[in-house]
C-alpha cells in the first residue's frame, strides 16, 4: 500500500510525504526497482499525461517534479549500477544565442523524473560542448532548446556536427516556434511540443 | 467560482442630468400621450380611473398624473430574490447585481448532431435545460424555445414541466393565457408543498408582455400579469420597442417611451397589489431599417440596454432585460463579437436579469446546443471583470517578490500554486490555447466543433431528474404531460 501512497503523495505535490514514505519503503526492505517505477516514475507518468490534458498546469508538475526527486534522492545511493544507468543518460540545453530556459528546465526536470541521468549544460550553450559532453558522459540522447526563430539555426549547425564527430547520440529538438517539420528539416531525431512528450520522444529513442 | 450577482454599475451611458431629464419625459408622456388600451381591460381601466387616472370620454386613452405614478412605482420591491431548487443559484436581484441566462422564443434549432436548422421540440427544450444546468455561467433558465412538435393548448404546463425537471436553475416563462397560469401555479405548489410556500420562494416567474409598443396595453398579458401579482408570482414587465418602427428611431426616444411603457405596467401592478414583487421589464432595441425585423446584435443594444438600468435603479425597481442577442446564422465570429459586445456592456452596466444571453442565434429566431457552451464562456468572462483588480498586500506579493529576487522566476512559488487558478478566469474549455501542434493533434477542431464537444459531453451524463419521482407521478396524473 505505501507504493500506491508514495504514488499518491507525488500526485499531490507533497515532498515531505514522498520522502516519508520512500525511506519506510526502504526501511521495509522493498525493492529499489520497485519503489522507483510503481512508485515515482509511474506517477510522474500520470503527472504528465494530465499536462498534457491540460488539467494540470506548468508549476504543478514541476512541483510533482520536485516532490518525485526527492524520492529518488533517497534511492540513488541505492541503484545498482546496471538500474542506475539502465534509463539512459541525456545532455540538455538552450541553444547558442539563446538565453530562454524555463522549458529547457521542464524537460529536465520531466526526464529526470522518469529516472534518466540529465546533464544540464544550461543556457547560450556552444554547439562544441553539446559534442564533447555527450561524448564525456556516454550519453544516449542530446536535447536542444530554442525559445527564438533566430536562434533555431544553432540547433541545425549542433545536430550536424554530432554526425561529423561519428557519435551515435541520438537528438532531440523542442521550443516554442519549433516544429516537427523543422525537426525533418535539420535531420534531429525526435521532437516534441511538451516536457511529457519529450520523455516519450527519449523513450523511443532509446528503447 | 460563482459569476452570479457580481456588481455592475461601472457603465454608465446616461449622465444623471440625462437620467433626469429621460424620466421627466416619461412622466409627461404619460400626463399629456397617456397610453390606449384594447376591450377586455375595463376592470383595469377602472382601477387606474378611480386611482386617479384619466380616461377620456372616448374611452381610448389613459392618462397618469405624475404624482399618481411616482407614488405607485415608490410602493414596488427595491429588491426580488428569484429562487432556484439547486440550493446554490438564488437570484438576488437589486441595485447592480448583474445576472445572465437564457431567453427567447425561438422555434428553429440547429441539429447537435447534423448542424442543420430545424423546428424546435419539447424534447429540445428539455435537453437544452440539461445542457444549462451543467454550465456553471447562466445564471437562470429562461424558457429559450418553443416546442412546436405539441399543440398550442399543451405549451404552458409542457413548458414549464420540461424546465423544471432538466435544471435546478430558476425557471422564467411566459404564460399563454390566465388558464394556463393556474395550471402552472397548481403544478409548481405541488413540488414546492404547497402554494404558501411557492410564494415565500418563487422558484418560477412569468413573463408578461403587457405592453405593445408604442404606449397600448395588451389585454391577454396585462389580465395575467395582474393574476400573477395578486398570487405573489414574480413578474416581468416586457417590453420591447424597435427603434425606427415601434418607438422613435433616436435611442433617447426610444428610452424615453420604454420608461413610461414601464411606468404605467408598474403602477398597474402596484395598484393590483401593493408591494407585489416584479422587474421592470424594458428591453429596448432597434429594427433592422433594410427589413423591419428585429436587430438584436447592434452595439447599441448593449448601450441601450445599459441605459434602461439606469431609468429603472432611478426608480429603485429591479430590471430584465436583454443581452447577447446576434443576428448571425451561426455560431460564428460575428455572434463572437456581437455576443460579447452587448453582453460586457450589460454586465458593466449593471442590469440584474438579462435573458437571451446565452444561446440565441439569428436575432431570437434559432438557439444551438453549442452556442450555449461558447455564451458560458463570454458571460464567465463578462463578470470576471465585475470582480476587478483586487490591491493589497497579498495581492501586491511584495514579500514574494523579495523571495524570488532579481532574475528569479515565480513559477514554483507558494503565491503562484495559491492563485493560479483563483485570479485569472478558467473556462468551460471551449477556448483554444494549446499551441499549434497540441490543436492539430486533437484534431484541428475550431470553436464551434470544440463547443459541440462539450454540450454532448455535458448531454451524455446520467440524466438527473428535479422532479422527485413520487410528485412526478401526481404531475402526470393531473396534467397531460407530453416529455
Known amino acids: 500500500m505505501t507504493i500506491q501512497e508514495i504514488y499518491n503523495a507525488v500526485l499531490a505535490f507533497d515532498e515531505v510525504t514522498v520522502t516519508a514514505k520512500t525511506q519506510a519503503e526502504i526501511d521495509a526492505g522493498t525493492a529499489v526497482d520497485t519503489i522507483l517505477n510503481d512508485g515515482l516514475i509511474s506517477a510522474m507518468d500520470e503527472v504528465g499525461e494530465k499536462f498534457s490534458a491540460g488539467d494540470l498546469f506548468v508549476p504543478e508538475m514541476l512541483m510533482a517534479a520536485q516532490a518525485m526527486k526527492a524520492g529518488l534522492e533517497l534511492l540513488k545511493p541505492l541503484l545498482s549500477g546496471e538500474t542506475a544507468r539502465s534509463k539512459g543518460t541525456i545532455v540538455i540545453g538552450t541553444v547558442k544565442g539563446d538565453l530562454h530556459d524555463i522549458g529547457k528546465n521542464l524537460v529536465a526536470m520531466m526526464m529526470e523524473g522518469a529516472g534518466f541521468e540529465v546533464v544540464d549544460l544550461g543556457v547560450d550553450v556552444e554547439t562544441d560542448a553539446f559534442v564533447t559532453t555527450a561524448a564525456e558522459k556516454g550519453a544516449d540522447v542530446i536535447a536542444l532548446s530554442a525559445l527564438l526563430t533566430t536562434t533555431m539555426p544553432a540547433m541545425e549547425s549542433t545536430i550536424k556536427a554530432v554526425k561529423e564527430a561519428g557519435m551515435s547520440t541520438k537528438t532531440i529538438i523542442g521550443g516554442a516556434p519549433v516544429t516537427q517539420a523543422f525537426a525533418d528539416q535539420i535531420g534531429a531525431d525526435g521532437y516534441s511540443a511538451d516536457a511529457p512528450g519529450a520523455v516519450e520522444a527519449v523513450r523511443r529513442l532509446i528503447a | 467560482m460563482s459569476s452570479k450577482g457580481l456588481s455592475g454599475g461601472i457603465y454608465k451611458p446616461l449622465s444623471p442630468e440625462s437620467i433626469e431629464t429621460l424620466h421627466d419625459a416619461s412622466l409627461t408622456l404619460l400626463e399629456d400621450t397617456g397610453i390606449t388600451y384594447e376591450s377586455g381591460l375595463e376592470e383595469t381601466v377602472a382601477m387606474l380611473a378611480s386611482a386617479g387616472a384619466r380616461v377620456d370620454s372616448g374611452g381610448s386613452r389613459i392618462r397618469f398624473p405624475r404624482e399618481l405614478v411616482l407614488e405607485q412605482a415608490a410602493k414596488a420591491p427595491s429588491q426580488v430574490i428569484l ?316 514579500d514574494i517578490i523579495d523571495t524570488v529576487g532579481p532574475a528569479g522566476n515565480f513559477m514554483m512559488s507558494p503565491h503562484t500554486m495559491k492563485y493560479m487558478r483563483s485570479e485569472y478566469f478558467q473556462g468551460n474549455g471551449v477556448t483554444d490555447s494549446k499551441s499549434r501542434h497540441q490543436w492539430e493533434q486533437g484534431g484541428s477542431l475550431d470553436t464551434r466543433e470544440r463547443a459541440r464537444g462539450i454540450a454532448r459531453k455535458i448531454l451524455q451524463t446520467p440524466e438527473k431528474s428535479y422532479i422527485p419521482e413520487a410528485i412526478d407521478q401526481k404531475i402526470r396524473q393531473k396534467f397531460n404531460i407530453l416529455l
Request: proline share 4%; hydrophobic share 40%; glycine share 10%.
Open chain 2, 83 to 398: 429562487y432556484a431548487r439547486d440550493g446554490k443559484n438564488d437570484l438576488d436581484l437589486t441595485e447592480d447585481k448583474v445576472h445572465l441566462g437564457t431567453g427567447g422564443a425561438a422555434v428553429k434549432i440547429l441539429d447537435l448532431e447534423t448542424g442543420e436548422q430545424r423546428s424546435s421540440t419539447l424534447k429540445d427544450l428539455y435537453e437544452i435545460g440539461r445542457l444549462v444546468d451543467g454550465l456553471n455561467h447562466i445564471h437562470f433558465f429562461l424558457r429559450p424555445c418553443i416546442p412546436t412538435d405539441i399543440p398550442e393548448s399543451e405549451y404552458d404546463v409542457n413548458m414549464f414541466y420540461a424546465c423544471l425537471k432538466a435544471t435546478g436553475k430558476h425557471v422564467m416563462s411566459g404564460v399563454n393565457d390566465e388558464v394556463g397560469l393556474e395550471k402552472i401555479v397548481e403544478m409548481a405548489s405541488m413540488l414546492a408543498g404547497g402554494e404558501e410556500e411557492l410564494r415565500q420562494k418563487p422558484f418560477i416567474s412569468a413573463i408578461t408582455s403587457f405592453s405593445i409598443s408604442p404606449l397600448k396595453l395588451c389585454t391577454q398579458s396585462t389580465k395575467i400579469m395582474q393574476a400573477c401579482n395578486r398570487r405573489g408570482i414574480p413578474v416581468a414587465l416586457s417590453a420591447a420597442p424597435m427603434s425606427g418602427s415601434t418607438s422613435p428611431m433616436t435611442m433617447a426616444g426610444t428610452l424615453a417611451q420604454l420608461h413610461a411603457e414601464q411606468l404605467a405596467g408598474i403602477t398597474i401592478c402596484q395598484l393590483t397589489q401593493p408591494g407585489a414583487p416584479l422587474l421592470y421589464g424594458g428591453i429596448p432595441g432597434m429594427a433592422n431599417m433594410a427589413t423591419m425585423g428585429y436587430r438584436g446584435g447592434g452595439v447599441e443594444c448593449g448601450m441601450m440596454n445599459a441605459a434602461i438600468h439606469q431609468l429603472a435603479a432611478h426608480i429603485h425597481v429591479p430590471n430584465y432585460n436583454s443581452a447577447g442577442l446576434s443576428d448571425a446564422k451561426l455560431p460564428d465570429a460575428q455572434a463572437g463579437w456581437e455576443k460579447a459586445m452587448t453582453v460586457l456592456l450589460g454586465a458593466m452596466g449593471g442590469s440584474n436579469y438579462m435573458h437571451h444571453s446565452a444561446g440565441m442565434l439569428e436575432s431570437m429566431l434559432t438557439v444551438a446546443h453549442e452556442q450555449y457552451v461558447i455564451d458560458d464562456e463570454i458571460i464567465g468572462m463578462a463578470c470576471k471583470v465585475l470582480r476587478g483588480i483586487d490591491v493589497d498586500a497579498e495581492h501586491l506579493a511584495l
